[in-house]
């Protein structure tokens, strides 16, 4: 019976961390996502979108889409499509 009892005690435990620890890790991306950095690397993708639109051939995409791919390596941003 107390083994029974310690048992689900470590595994509300875990749950309890798991759970704490998901959700303060999305804070902290939606905080990411919100700064003037990542708000720059979503700039960038749409401005990458709208040359590829206009010239689909061209180089200057590429350019800005390498750019902001390099951004939202550094300043760790959620991918945007």
Do not use: H
Request: glycine fraction near 4%.
């Amino acid at each position: 019976m107390l083994s029974f009892l310690f048992s689900l005690m470590i595994a509300l435990l875990i749950g309890t961390i798991i759970t704490v620890t998901s959700k303060y890790l999305e804070n902290e991306q939606a905080q990411r996502d919100n700064s003037t950095k990542c708000k720059s690397y979503r700039a960038l993708v749409e401005i990458a979108a709208a040359y590829y639109e206009n010239d689909p051939d061209g180089s200057s995409w590429l350019l800005k889409r390498r750019e902001a791919n390099l951004r939202r390596k550094q300043y760790g941003c959620t991918e945007y499509f």
